[in-house]
């Protein structure tokens, strides 16, 4: 991330920030990008990047790389992702629940009603980021999400089939091993700006996927590679 989250990469607006390097391009949002694999206060040995942060490891040990086949909290990640882009995913992260009560719970039908009166008192909430692009983006994405749903039947079922439905195992020995960007993420990205989509550049699409359970980009020295997924 650049701390991020999901953790490994996050962009830039637009291109994604969730990609800088390439989330941190993402550096920012993959997590530490260059962190080794150290054992926490609890002897367990994990991903560098959440170091002893009690927040970021729990969403390290509970949350990233789980599949999520939940809508709504597809819909929930959307948001943030797009959010974080240009920041670290740790900023979010601690805005999460700011984020959960401005948006209505994450659901998507109600957040698709947002009007101009609604998107100005976003702006003025000092408990989340306050980017109109953003803001507008995520009530935009909202309603696109909802097309999605009515053509699919779930945002699940259209999400998923960038990884042909199953989680994708990766093996990485480093952080620095773990890419930007994937040709799967490429192609999500592409198809989501087709429909409508904003804040959707392959970076993020790829933060996206590893902090659904898409792909698996433990490491593999880290306990939870062989855990996620199963």
């Known amino acids: 991330m650049q701390n991020e989250s999901a953790p490994p990469r996050r962009a830039a607006a637009g291109r994604p920030a969730a990609t800088a390097p390439a989330s941190a391009r993402r550096t920012a949002r993959r997590p530490h990008a260059h962190a080794a694999p150290a054992p926490a206060p609890d002897g367990r040995l994990r991903c560098g990047w959440p170091g002893n942060d009690a927040l970021y490891l729990a969403y390290h040990d509970h949350e990233w790389g789980v599949p999520v086949h939940d809508d709504r909290t597809l819909f929930e990640f959307l948001i943030l992702e797009g959010a974080q882009a240009g920041l670290s995913w740790i900023t ?9 009560k401005a948006f209505s ?6 957040v698709a009603r947002f009007d101009r009166r609604r998107v100005q ?12 692009a953003k803001v507008e983006a995520a009530v935009g994405n909202a309603r696109a999400y909802l097309e999605v749903q ?13 990884t042909d ?5 990766n093996a990485w020995k480093t952080m620095k091993q773990i890419p930007p960007e ?5 192609a999500m990205s592409k198809d989501l700006k087709t429909r409508g989509f904003r804040f959707v550049g392959p970076t993020i699409c ?9 792909v698996n980009d433990h490491i593999v020295d880290c306990y939870r590679w062989g855990q996620v997924g199963k």
Do not use: C
Request: proline content about 2%; charged content about 30%; hydrophobic content about 35%.
């Open 121 to 132: 008192a976003l702006l003025r909430d000092a408990s989340i980021v306050r980017n109109r």
């Open 105 to 110: 719970g994450f659901d998507p039908a109600r």
């Open 182 to 186: 994937t040709r799967e993420s490429i």
């Open 206 to 214: 790829y933060s996206h996927m590893q902090a659904t359970g898409m």
């Open 92 to 100: 979010i992260l601690r805005k999460r629940e700011a984020y959960r």
């Open 150 to 162: 009515e053509e699919f039947g779930s945002f699940d079922a259209y999400i998923w089939r960038f």
């Open 165 to 169: 439905g199953r989680q994708k195992q």
